[in-house]
């Protein structure tokens, strides 16, 4: 490694923040051209389309981001190894990981396939939107294996300690997705078809050039065809991994529910939730970026012992987190209508959405707090912890308040919004309480050592 990519020695801020910016500025791509789809059938296609990206978007966020927790487990076994000056596990750690990650790539594109209408009917998707629905499923699955090794590769350099490369891949994804939609949707008419394919494209694309340009960099290490293969190191990142892909995908599951709660309440709520959502994604980056930079930080702290730069990384996100997330909170809540006016002109649903982003708007701070503790533990390879709080507030706070807000006579969005900060700060709760638990147990180990 070079001193860049060493977070065990110099300013632990710097270091982490250093880190942090190119993988903020690549979730501000991804979250761009994720946006852009709905920006597009919004302004070209129709209110319909616009329920058919949102619900489709959902169940396929569902399972990527279930991928992308898996590739979490690399970016912290590969830390780790850094961390231990052991470099020369790197190859077989990631040959078998592509192993892995294409099986399931393939299982997956299968099951996306055939069970699209099915899960489309599942989400109670209002019957205008249901067949547009089924149809952006049926499409983005086609291209799943792309999506996947989108995440693992990103993932890859992550470990490095490399933010910048994620960064260029998703640059090339976002400018390849945004002509995508302007000449499928906006030039042909394709509606959300367009939209589905200029997904698949961008993400293909980044793939295909991101390989290119990994088989022209020194990465430090070697891969060869003997590494290709199902070898223990899948268990050992999957033991990371698992726990958060299994949150993950739990916690999507209520975000489905929330999402089938509200398209109960019509067509211009279903619309308008969509809206609000990419916003809510572009609020969620700056705590996104700090779990992700968290993790590899953390885990090479622990590998060289340091846990004393371990801890100061967790601070140093949560006081840099809030910050900003105070002011994007009180943007959001006071204006959030302008925002969401950018994704159509329908006051019915600009209202709609608007009325979320308003209970949603506390989420911008919390959230910061939580996933600093997030990031740390998974850095310590405690994941299960990190899967357990996650449910209990995704399950105990989240899914009911958010139902119990959406049967109210004369429902508004805002209760609903308001289910997330509110098992958020149930979530930093019991995150604190593990953490000083954490910290009994090792001054105990320490004075049991000493006597």
Do not use: W
């Amino acid at each position: 490694m070079n001193d860049r990519q060493n977070f065990t020695t110099g300013s632990v801020p710097k270091k982490l923040l250093g880190f942090m910016i190119p993988i903020l500025f690549a979730l501000i791509m991804q979250a761009m051209y994720s946006a852009v789809d709905l920006l597009i059938v919004g302004q070209f296609g129709t209110t319909e389309g616009i329920s058919g990206v949102t619900t489709g978007s959902n169940i396929m966020n569902m399972v990527t981001f279930t991928i992308s927790a898996l590739t979490t487990g690399v970016t912290v076994v590969m830390g780790m190894y850094l961390g231990e000056n052991k470099p020369e596990k790197l190859g077989r750690l990631i040959g078998s990981a592509v192993s892995f990650f294409l099986t399931v790539a393939l299982v997956m594109t299968l099951l996306l396939l055939v069970f699209a209408r099915q899960l489309a009917v599942i989400m109670q998707t209002p019957a205008e939107a249901l067949e547009l629905t089924v149809l952006y499923i049926r499409i983005c699955a086609v291209g799943y294996v792309f999506i996947v090794f989108y995440n693992f590769i990103s993932s890859i350099f992550r470990g490095l300690g490399d933010s910048k490369m994620p960064l260029v891949f998703v640059a090339i994804a976002c400018v390849v997705n945004v002509i995508g939609d302007l000449v499928l949707v906006a030039g042909l008419h394709m509606n959300v078809a367009g939209a589905a394919i200029a997904t698949v494209g961008a993400q293909a694309v980044s793939v295909l050039l991101s390989l290119y340009l990994i088989c022209k960099k020194d990465l430090g290490f070697t891969i060869t065809l003997k590494d290709i293969r199902f070898s223990s190191e899948i268990k050992r990142f999957l033991k990371v991994g698992l726990p958060l892909a299994f949150q993950d995908f739990l916690t999507n599951l209520t975000f489905l529910a929330l999402c089938a709660f509200i398209n109960k309440l019509g067509l211009d709520a279903s619309s308008g939730y969509g809206i609000a959502q990419k916003i809510q994604s572009f609020i969620m980056l700056i705590p996104v970026a700090i779990m992700q930079s968290m993790s590899a930080v953390v885990a090479q702290n622990v590998g060289a012992g340091k846990e004393d730069r371990a801890k100061e990384a967790m601070f140093c996100g949560m006081g840099f987190g809030s910050a900003i997330g105070l002011v994007v909170g009180l943007l959001v809540f006071f204006r959030g209508d302008l925002t969401a006016a950018l994704f159509t002109r329908d006051a019915a649903v600009i209202l709609r959405a608007f009325e979320f982003l308003r209970g949603f708007a506390p989420e911008a701070v919390v959230t910061c707090i939580l996933f600093s503790f997030m990031g740390y533990f998974n850095g310590h390879s405690q994941s299960l912890f990190v899967m357990i709080q996650g449910l209990a507030q995704s399950f105990l706070i989240r899914l009911p308040l958010s139902y119990i807000m959406s049967i109210q006579p004369d429902a508004t969005l805002t209760g609903v919004g308001a289910a997330a900060p509110a098992a958020t700060c149930f979530g930093i709760l019991l995150c604190l309480l593990y953490y000083l638990h954490n910290n009994r147990k090792l001054a105990k180990s320490k004075r049991m050592l000493y006597d």
